[in-house]
């Protein structure tokens, strides 16, 4: 079969689908796709809410609870352990297929009558961290998403094996690090990037086996180094000393520096390591795994980012989760041993389901929500095994005779704004276009926007115990937020002054840290090689 160019039916601009990807359709049995791999990537992440928290009701028990769905959303949430139990009957809800209509039409009415959990996270496991999201075993944890088996952790998203470790993205094996992004196996670690295996680092980048460094980049098992240039133990530690750091005025007057410094080294075109035969960034022990984005130990993928849970194999236009999942195609936050999987949202345990949201270990499900434990099920209703796959045959030719098999659920189905999702991370779309992608767009709430109470000192020397009841407001969105008193303790025992802005906002900045997810042609810097790199050409950085 030969490479083919077609017009993206969403953005109208051309995208190519090679021999590969067409051997990778007829496997799996599903046609090409109609809109370009950006698009596709744009919709499956409006498919994922996780940081937006609410409160509102529990359907089942009138309790209170907090939530990721927003009061306004016409699904009815239940507390977790309720939903999870034998309390209710997901395939109560079940409905006859009416062939006359339109599929979506009909999921979206099953959609928004089966209860959904109130969070997504195993409730059972969850110690203190009333606040988190998407996460397990954590303790102690507050403002923690995408998050595991971690205690005494507060905003981070893709925090795992971790403590004591505030405002974190993508961090393993870390403890009393602040404001860092991908660092893993260190201690001590703050405002850095990329740091393995490190101690006692300030304002650093990609660093391995370090300690005693501040301001440095690029460095591989050193210690005592100021911008790059060893010193004296005694000397290093008098240097940070008389920093002060302590101060915002000063801490920010450094970062700026050591950002200019960093500006003078090299970068890696990508920050891939042991990826064979693979392209995109971020790529870790991967192997054929092409256009993709954060992916730990995958093989035979294309179009799939932040599988950041080995192992997926053979997959197309995946996002998010993994960790032994196989054979899956145009689907969001699915993993846990998933197989077949096709068209879905949150799926675990599961295998040759299409369509799907929120159902765990089942199997040959079509067009369900919530069904566990379940088999050959249609919009929620049992059939025998061979009225499924005839009724299921039968709805795949109605849909494709409409247009609408092969793709994931449209982006007006989904439960959360655009601007509640994680599209963002790869889109910043304005209300406009958002809404030309098909998504919703959530207003913000006035009452998070009230004046602030106090002033915030410069040094956290200055700062008062009462100051935890203090109403702040960020500067960047001037939206409200708090310090809580595990938060100010932390702060004043490593010396960094209060934040000035939301945590919403500060992750946004730790996103904005990472390269992002497109692939751009450029010239390496030393040699004048053509290359392909994740810095887009008229960015500033050098690039080898």
Not at 458 to 474: A, M, N, Q, S, W
Request: charged share 25%.
């Amino acid at each position: 079969m030969k490479q083919e160019t077609r017009n993206c039916q969403n953005c109208k601009k051309d995208f190519v689908i090679d021999p590969d990807d067409f051997g990778f359709y007829e496997q799996i049995k599903v046609p090409p796709p109609t809109r370009c791999p950006r698009c596709r990537l744009i919709r499956r992440l409006g498919w994922q809410g996780q940081r937006m928290l609410y409160k509102r009701p529990c359907a089942f028990t009138g309790d209170n609870v907090i939530t990721f769905y927003h009061p306004d959303s016409p699904h009815a949430i239940y507390r977790q352990d309720i939903w999870w139990s034998d309390k209710w009957d997901p395939k109560s809800y079940g409905r006859e297929y009416d062939p006359a209509r339109p599929f979506f039409e009909q999921w979206k009415e099953l959609f928004e009558a089966v209860p959904l959990p109130a969070l997504n996270t195993e409730h059972t496991t969850m110690v203190n961290s009333d606040y988190c999201n998407a996460a397990a075993s954590l303790k102690n944890c507050y403002l923690v998403f995408s998050a595991d088996n971690s205690k005494d952790c507060a905003y981070g998203r893709g925090v795992n094996d971790a403590s004591d470790t505030i405002d974190a993205k993508n961090v393993h094996f870390t403890e009393l690090c602040h404001d860092v992004t991908m660092v893993d196996r260190s201690s001590r670690v703050f405002s850095s990037q990329y740091c393995e295996s490190c101690y006692d680092i300030y304002f650093s980048r990609d660093l391995t086996g370090c300690s005693n460094c501040i301001g440095c980049i690029n460095l591989r098992n050193k210690q005592n180094h100021i911008f790059n240039k060893p010193v004296a133990k005694e000397e290093f530690q008098r240097y940070v000393n008389d920093l002060d750091l302590g101060s915002r005025a000063k801490r920010v007057a450094f970062q700026k520096k050591a950002e200019v410094f960093f500006l003078t080294q090299p970068r890696k075109a990508f920050r891939s390591i042991r990826a064979v035969n693979s392209s995109g960034d971020y790529l870790y022990d991967c192997k054929n795994v092409r256009n993709s984005y954060l992916v730990y130990g995958g093989e035979n993928m294309r179009y799939c980012q932040f599988q950041e849970v080995a192992k997926t194999v053979n997959a197309y236009d995946y996002s998010s989760f993994g960790l032994n999942a196989e054979l899956v195609y145009e689907a969001a936050w699915c993993g846990l041993s998933v197989y077949n999987v096709k068209f879905s949202v949150w799926n675990y345990h599961a295998r040759d389901i299409e369509y799907c949201f929120g159902c765990h270990g089942s199997g040959n499900l079509f067009g369900c929500v919530g069904v566990r434990n379940g088999e050959y099920c249609i919009l929620n209703k049992a059939y025998s095994k061979d009225e499924y796959l005839s009724l299921r045959n039968d709805i795949i030719a109605d849909m494709k005779s409409r247009g609408e098999y092969g793709e994931l659920f449209p982006a007006e189905l989904s439960p959360w704004a655009y601007n509640e999702s994680r599209g963002p991370e790869v889109a910043l779309l304005t209300k406009e276009e958002a809404r030309a992608h098909g998504f919703v767009w959530r207003e913000e709430d006035p009452r998070q926007y009230r004046e602030p109470t106090s002033e915030i000192p410069d040094h956290i020397k200055d700062v008062p115990d009462t100051f935890t009841r203090e109403v702040l407001r960020c500067e960047d969105c001037s939206r409200n937020y708090k310090i809580i008193p595990s938060e100010l303790a932390f702060y004043r025992r490593f010396s960094i002054p209060i934040p000035r802005r939301c945590p919403l906002c500060r992750d946004n900045i730790r996103t904005q840290l990472l390269n992002p997810a497109s692939i751009y042609a450029r010239s390496c810097a030393k040699c004048g090689q053509a290359i392909e790199t994740s810095y887009a050409p008229d960015r500033p950085e050098i690039v080898y």
